[in-house]
């Protein structure tokens, strides 16, 4: 029961509806102490870290990421273990610790290749190529983000797909490549907004008025903003709206 509620916390996360997931995540953590399980009380930790990334308090991220490492040593809980480098990572990278976090994902992704995971190398793959992006090293970032491209078409994986897509959109984007960075970000705005992914389709749409700044469309680049804007405010995103 815990671990289909994490689950449920999980949707509620990734579709923007924070209250909802935290309200979860009380009823995981009652759950778990009361019946001693380890690796429930862990993921439940990894969930609340992902609230607090959402809210740009990663310092309160890395405390619980640290907590729920713990225990899932203590568990000998291998799997969620390396689940939990990889939250690191993210923080790492959201921090500018991005060296850290490029050194991480190609930890893990030694690590996921050995266990023959390929959703998971495609995941790794999808994070390394957005901070070597960042950290300008462009032709290192194509190789990761279309390794990741590659695996997510092939095991229909739609909302790593549409991460990925707004990742190769913006590499695109920085490299002059307009019109490619326009079907890409076009694929993963229809993603997320299907699926209800709405912190991804807010951003996504922000990287779409950029796009539309560029090509020179003022008005349609200030009307993808203002979706951007309303979207995230919308999804409890406010923190990222500047």
């Known amino acids: 029961r815990a671990s289909a509620m994490i689950s449920l916390a999980e949707i509620e996360i990734v579709r923007g509806h924070p209250a909802q997931a935290e309200a979860i995540l009380d009823r995981v953590h009652e759950l778990a102490k009361t019946h001693h399980l380890i690796q429930a009380q862990g993921r439940e930790l990894q969930y ?25 040593e ?40 050995a266990d023959d995971n390929p959703n998971n190398v495609a995941v790794a793959n999808s994070n390394l190529g957005r901070q070597l992006m960042l950290l300008g090293r462009y032709a290192e970032a194509a190789d990761a983000l279309q390794a990741a491209l590659r695996i997510h078409r092939a095991h229909g994986n739609r909302s790593s797909l549409s991460f990925v897509l707004m ?6 984007l920085l490299q002059g490549e307009l019109e ?24 996504c ?4 008025a950029g796009l539309w700044l560029l090509l020179g469309h003022e008005d349609q680049a200030q009307e993808a903003a203002e979706d951007a804007r309303t979207e995230f405010e919308a999804a409890g995103g406010a923190a990222f709206v500047a």
Do not use: P
């Open 48 to 72: 609340r870290a992902h609230l607090k990334e959402s809210t740009w308090d990663f310092a309160g991220a890395e405390v619980l990421i640290g907590q729920a490492m713990q225990l899932f």
């Open 74 to 113: 203590q568990a000998g809980e291998t799997s969620w273990l390396n689940a939990c480098l990889g939250n690191l990572a993210n923080v790492y990278g959201a921090t500018g610790r991005r060296e850290q976090a490029v050194a991480t994902y190609r930890q893990l992704l030694l690590q996921f290749r």
């Open 205 to 208: 749409l922000g990287v779409r």
């Open 180 to 203: 490619q960075s326009g079907l890409d970000i076009d694929e993963a705005i229809a993603i997320s907004r299907e699926d209800g992914y709405h912190m991804r389709y807010a951003a």
């Open 167 to 172: 990742s190769t959109a913006e590499l695109a």
